[in-house]
């Protein structure tokens, strides 16, 4: 930590990674950057009044100064780059999706576990109001039992040859024919991130649209929509879209449990609802602003979540505790969907999604 007990953060990916708070949380600050691009470690630099950057994240951990590091590189690198930090004794934070191979989830978990750091999965859906929301539901025991949920994410074009996420200066990049369950957290968050419960079998099907992108690509992956069917360790239901090739927007879900519901809001004009049998349908305040420090009250990308992620990394670290997203909770959000994806070039056959709970562990 600084004289003044601020943890310092470097910041890595100069993308989506520029799009966080972590230079106006009062215990944190960002003393160094990088991004393999020059403009990007600039946009870095500016966006959190950093003087230090570096062309590598290899180099940036070179950097004695540092606490922690933030990874926001393309979802393949993730598990690499975060065993890197990890294995410096540097507290790290993760863009979603923590891994996409079953082994860099047992990777991670190792890691983390042999060197005591703090590990979090920045994950927007488990900070969404609604969210939030349903956790309070869920936790006050509003819902009665919680029998099945539907969550979801679309993001239209993702992986396709005309998608332009999909190229930089005219190379394809990890997106180009990404499979749609290897990118499963925002639709899997709703249900782990909301009761801690964890999906252990699954079966899912794709639709082939047969765009370039999803014909030739590095992943062998023909499917540009994924429906996964879950069954949990609690005996209850979860149907996990993600989908690239629908005209639909965004990420939601709705629980139903056995005596009230809540559906989440949605891009087709589905409004916001809760419905329990003991009456009450009144929604109840979704503005959770007040959890946050003064200066970072304010909405934000993807549902208003960037602040809640910035403020809950800095406080896990500072309070030397584990963060909400912990490593258990980031793989219990990302293998299930690697295991769909798995299912789905299976022609749907139901597999066991292998759990990486300490318990389990032999
Ligand atoms: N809602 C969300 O949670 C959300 C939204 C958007 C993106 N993301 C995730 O955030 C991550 C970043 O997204 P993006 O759109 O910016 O991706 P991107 O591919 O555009 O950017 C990744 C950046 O990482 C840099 N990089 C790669 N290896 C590096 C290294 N060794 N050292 C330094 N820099 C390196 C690259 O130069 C690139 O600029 C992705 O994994 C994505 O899945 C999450």
């Keep these: 930590m600084s004289g003044e007990g601020k943890i310092r953060i470097g910041v890595v990916g100069g993308g989506f990674g520029a799009s966080f708070h972590f230079h106006e949380h009062p215990l944190a600050e960002v003393v160094a950057v990088s991004d393999l691009l020059p403009d990007r470690r600039a946009h870095l630099q500016q966006r959190y009044q950093c ?45 979603v999706p923590a891994a996409v191979s079953l082994e860099e989830c047992a990777l991670l978990v190792e890691t983390k576990e042999r060197t005591g750091v703090r590990y979090m999965m920045a994950e927007t859906s488990y900070y969404r109001a609604d969210a939030i929301t349903a956790r309070r539901l869920y936790q006050d025991g509003a ?15 993702i992986g396709a040859a005309g998608d332009p996420l999909s190229f930089a200066d005219g190379e394809r990049t990890w997106r180009y024919g990404l499979p749609p369950q290897l990118y499963p957290t925002h639709s899997t968050g709703f249900l782990v991130g909301v009761t801690g419960e964890r999906l252990v079998s699954v079966a899912c ?13 590095l992943y062998g992956n023909p499917f540009d929509n994924e429906c996964a069917l879950f069954t949990t360790d609690r005996g209850h239901i979860c149907r ?23 559906f989440a809001g949605s891009w087709s004009g589905q409004p916001y609802v809760i419905r329990s049998m003991d009456g009450g349908d009144a929604p109840p305040p979704r503005d959770y602003a007040h959890l946050l420090p003064d200066a970072m009250r304010y909405d934000s990308g993807h549902g ?30 990302t293998a299930p969907g690697i295991v769909a994806h798995e299912s789905a070039q299976r022609g749907g056959e139901r597999l066991s999604v292998p759990s990486f709970d300490p318990q389990c562990k032999e």
Excluded at 143 to 157: C, R, T
Excluded at 241 to 262: D, F
Excluded at 306 to 312: A, G, S
Excluded at 316 to 332: C, G, L, Q
């Design 304 to 333: 208003g979540s960037h602040p809640f992620l910035t403020h809950e990394f800095v406080s896990a670290v500072v309070e030397d505790r584990e963060p909400s997203v912990n490593v258990y909770e980031a793989v219990a959000m």
């Design 205 to 217: 099907v794709g639709t082939a649209g047969g765009d370039q992108g999803f014909v030739d690509n």
């Design 240 to 262: 996990s879209n993600v989908m690239w090739n629908v005209w639909n927007h965004g990420e939601r879900a709705q629980w139903m449990g056995t005596r009230c519901s809540l």
């Design 143 to 157: 819902f009665g039992e919680l029998m099945y949920s539907e969550v979801e994410y679309y993001h239209p074009a």
């Design 51 to 95: 003087d230090t950057a570096y062309e590598s994240l290899e180099e940036l951990l070179q950097d004695d100064r540092l606490d922690a590091v933030a990874i926001f590189s393309g979802a393949p690198d993730h598990a690499r780059h975060c065993v890197a930090v990890m294995d410096r004794g540097l507290h790290c934070l993760s863009a």
